[in-house]
């Protein structure tokens, strides 16, 4: 079975410094892993997504996460936070072959200027 | 449409009525998807359409819960009897393939929230 561990369910940054959620997995198999984000009264947004080609993944409005097999991780990163950035955010695993996404518990960011 | 659209966006009904939630998929997207979020958690599978044909329900909490896409484009959930722990976010999404992998992607509504008194 596949699950999702979100280490910090808040962090709170300031404007301009860097950003880290932290996420770690367990699959069976080679999985794709994504991030999404959830604004106040709004569906949930896909940042990024990794499917098995390239280990670091590049995103929307500027965040990039690295898939590091031998520590079972997918931390999500920017170099600066943005005021616009503040929101929850849930980092997910999909079965290889099927259809279901299981979602991690989601870190909720704060940026205070 | 533009993107998945849900409805009610809120719903607030006593315990025991029954409440039928709506989801408008993406035109042309093939799945569709329905998960439940509750307070301070990740949304939780609840089942998946391909076209009209519901292949999976393995998430649904119990026979009070069901789904349906008779057309293979508008899906229902309904849910019988209600109760107070029934009180949920229920999430729809769509995607243009099937699976998780390669370049498929799950596009999600806003949701409709559920309060049961």
């Known amino acids: 079975a596949q699950s999702v561990t979100q280490l910090d369910s808040h962090v709170s940054v300031s404007e301009g410094t860097p950003v880290l959620l932290r996420c770690n997995y367990s699959s069976s198999y080679s999985p794709s892993l994504f991030w999404y984000v959830q604004h106040p009264n709004k569906g949930l947004q896909l940042l990024l997504k990794?499917?098995?080609?390239?280990?670091l993944v590049k995103g929307i409005n500027g965040f990039e996460a690295e898939f590091k097999k031998s520590e079972t991780s997918f931390h999500l990163t920017k170099p600066s936070a943005h005021m616009s950035d503040a929101a929850e955010y849930f980092c997910?695993?999909?079965?290889?072959?099927?259809?279901?996404?299981?979602f991690g518990a989601g870190t909720i960011l704060r940026v205070k200027s | 449409g533009a993107g998945v659209s849900q409805s009610p966006r809120y719903k607030v009904t006593k315990r025991g009525q029954d409440v039928a939630l709506r989801c408008d998929p993406i035109s042309g997207h093939v799945s569709l998807y329905w998960y439940r979020q509750a307070l301070g958690q990740g949304p939780e599978f609840l089942t998946y359409?391909?076209?009209?044909?519901?292949?999976?329900k393995s998430g649904l909490p119990n026979d009070r819960f069901s789904a349906e896409r008779p057309e293979g484009s508008i899906s229902t959930l309904t849910i019988q009897r209600t109760e107070q722990r029934d009180s949920a976010m229920y999430r729809c999404?769509?995607?243009?393939?099937?699976?998780?992998?390669?370049?498929?992607?799950?596009?999600f509504g806003a949701g409709s929230r559920l309060t049961v008194l």
């Open positions: 359409f391909n076209y009209e044909a519901q292949q999976d």
């Open positions: 997910v695993v999909g079965e290889r072959y099927g259809n279901k996404l299981v």
């Open positions: 999404a769509s995607s243009l393939g099937q699976g998780t992998s390669g370049a498929n992607v799950l596009t």
């Open positions: 990794y499917t098995s080609a390239a280990t």
